[in-house]
């Protein structure tokens, strides 16, 4: 009798006592670091970058105290594909649900992880991350359902040997008419040139691979080991061989891959990857600079006294379409659709700064976090898009069906990102593919789950999410360039019961330590009352819609 109830209480141990709570404190600085030889100084934590790679289990609640000791930027941290359920107010997008953090000001993020798979935490402040503020966060699952021995974790990144801030100028100055975005000086694998990763002959690993660039997707291969991928911006699917075919994950999208190392350790192996030239120069009608290097290397590291061999010339680029991606768990088409939403996304000129737009308008961060206003302006107001100002609001009722086609005018390729949500993908077309007409070619009744999807260039794509999470959740192409030239919308989940969210008081002052209102509408005034508002693209200054305050 008393062997059978400690059987049972160990088994309810160990789904209990997982769950756990996870402290760290982040103090944000410059530190100089040179990652492929040219030293800048880059964004790090607590002295150092690489940022840290936070390591939780499912059910963890993790709590973070980050401290802006930048001295002249504001900041603020997203946690890329986190629901943030019923914790919206922990999402960190500035100007969305918090104000950014002023130099010298403290933010703490406290919320449950009840996902498992491959994350990533990044700036989500005037378009901050590139310049290092970003790193992988892996919630492990206690019941995975493929096997594997050890794990490990690769980030793909575009990188710039100047500062977003000057970059950002002149991206966004009245001299682009193009809308040219600035080139990437070289691709980073782990933040390195020179990555190796030791590995164990016949092993069986789960690899994360992560982008964490700021533009182009990326390609990538293990010479000579067969990739299976498992899991999509955490979701496990079946088992899908890659082949002789090739992988590209877009910046902000993850991908965790088996793979077998060799039953001996005899040699050494490349990893390839490269930047996706197509979104550079093909797409763009650029032609590619004498000695532009798209590609890195890293190496498995099998033996670290045999020689690490080049990379493999690859002759084309075939991706695997993550559209025939199963989900494991098998979730249901979701239907009927209750709410359709349909986005033409495109290029506008305002000012004469070269824009992104959202059904013709370009989106301006507001002087009220859209989270505020939605729990400040009134019952009466709060289902009103104009009280939000000029962030394209999309407001959606609690639990209904959503469906939002996404199409695209403009000749490159946009990866669109969703907060707060995985969603389903019914359909996306291929380059040239056309807008949505209604008509699904080809639809899965267990759609592929994602938190980004590619869209390719006039062509379009069709998602569907239940409205369950009530919150203020940003839709926008993942690209910082464009975040930062206003292709962004707003989602307005359940403007009602949003009101149980709780926004801890100290995040309001962060709010007064920023100098911005943090009550009433857009403009910090009442009903929709929006004068004094930010309606206005400045040229230069980041793509912002106001000055932002300079600090010393
Ligand atoms: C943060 O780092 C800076 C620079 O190293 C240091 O001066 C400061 O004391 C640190 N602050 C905290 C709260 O750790
Ligand atoms: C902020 O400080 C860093 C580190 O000293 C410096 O490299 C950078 O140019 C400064 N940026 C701005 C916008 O002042
Ligand atoms: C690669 O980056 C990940 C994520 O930051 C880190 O956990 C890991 O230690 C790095 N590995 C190597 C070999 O640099
Ligand atoms: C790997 O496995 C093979 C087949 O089981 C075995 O012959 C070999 O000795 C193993 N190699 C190592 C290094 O353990
Ligand atoms: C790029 O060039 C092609 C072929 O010359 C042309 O049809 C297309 O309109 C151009 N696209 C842009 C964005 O300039
Ligand atoms: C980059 O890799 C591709 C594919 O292997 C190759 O064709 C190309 O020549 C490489 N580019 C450079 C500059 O090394
Ligand atoms: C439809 O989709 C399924 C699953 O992705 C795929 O196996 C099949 O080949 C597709 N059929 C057509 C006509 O595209
Ligand atoms: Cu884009």
Redesign the pocket.
């Known amino acids: 009798m008393f062997a059978y109830f400690s059987f049972l209480l160990l088994a309810g141990l160990a789904q209990f006592v997982a769950a756990k709570d996870v402290y760290f404190?982040w103090?944000i600085?410059w530190v100089n670091a040179s990652p492929d030889g040219y030293e800048r100084p880059v964004i790090g934590i607590?002295?150092e970058w690489p940022c840290p790679q936070i390591d939780v289990d499912v059910g963890d609640r993790l709590i973070i105290d980050v401290?802006n000791?930048l001295g002249n930027q504001s900041t603020g941290i997203h946690w890329h594909g986190i629901h943030q359920f019923m914790t919206g107010t922990m999402d960190g997008a500035s100007a969305v649900t918090q104000c950014p953090v002023a130099p010298g000001s403290m933010i703490r993020y406290d919320f449950v992880v009840d996902q498992a798979g491959t994350y990533w935490y990044h700036s989500h402040n005037m378009g901050q991350y590139p310049d290092g503020l970003r790193g992988a966060l892996i919630v492990h699952d206690p019941n995975p359902p493929v096997e594997y021995d050890d794990e490990f974790t690769i980030t793909l990144a575009d990188w710039y040997h100047k500062q977003m801030p000057e970059l950002l100028d002149s991206y966004q100055s009245t001299s682009n008419t193009a809308g040219d975005e600035p080139l990437p000086d070289v691709a980073l694998i782990n933040d390195s040139t020179q990555s190796m990763f030791k590995v164990q002959p016949n092993t069986t690993y789960l690899v994360h691979i992560i982008c964490i660039g700021n533009w182009p997707g990326h390609a990538f291969l293990f010479d000579d080991h067969e990739m299976t991928v498992v899991e999509v911006d955490g979701t496990w699917i079946e088992p899908y061989p890659v082949g002789e075919k090739n992988i590209r994950v877009a910046t902000g999208q993850r991908m965790s891959v088996l793979i077998k190392t060799k039953e001996d350790a005899s040699k050494n192996y490349a990893f390839w990857n490269t930047m996706d030239i197509n979104m550079m120069f093909v797409f763009e009608n650029k032609s590619i600079p004498e000695n532009f290097n798209p590609n890195a290397t890293a190496w498995l590291v099998y033996d670290e006294s045999l020689p690490l061999p080049e990379a493999p010339v690859i002759h084309e680029l075939a991706f695997i379409d993550d559209l025939s991606f199963v989900p494991y768990d098998r979730e249901p088409l979701l239907e009927p659709v209750d709410h359709q939403i349909i986005l033409n996304t495109g290029h506008t000129v305002v000012n004469d700064v070269t824009r992104f737009s959202v059904n013709g308008q370009t989106y301006m961060p507001q002087q009220v976090p859209t989270l505020y206003t939605a729990l400040t302006v009134g019952s009466e107001y709060n289902s009103d898009p104009k009280v939000y100002g000029n962030v394209n609001p999309l407001i959606i009722n609690n639990n209904d069906v959503i469906e939002i086609v996404i199409n695209n005018h403009h000749g490159n390729l946009h990866p669109w990102h969703l907060h707060g949500h995985q969603f389903q993908v019914l359909q996306r077309t291929d380059v040239n593919g056309g807008f949505f007409d209604g008509y699904f070619a080809n639809i899965s009744s267990t759609p592929v789950k994602r938190d980004t999807i590619m869209v390719q260039n006039y062509g379009h794509t069709v998602i569907r999410f239940r409205a369950n999470n009530p919150g203020i959740w940003l839709l926008h192409c993942h690209i910082e360039w464009h975040v930062q030239a206003g292709l962004v919308a707003t989602i307005i989940e359940a403007p009602d019961k949003l009101q149980e969210l709780v926004v801890p008081e100290a995040h309001l002052q962060i709010c007064d330590a920023y100098g911005s209102p943090s009550s009433g509408n857009a403009a910090g005034k009442k009903g929709e009352d929006l004068t004094g508002g930010n309606d206005y693209i400045y040229p230069g200054e980041s793509g912002a819609s106001y000055p932002p305050p300079t600090f010393t």
Do not use: A, L, Q
């Open positions: 404190h103090n600085t607590n002295g401290k000791s």
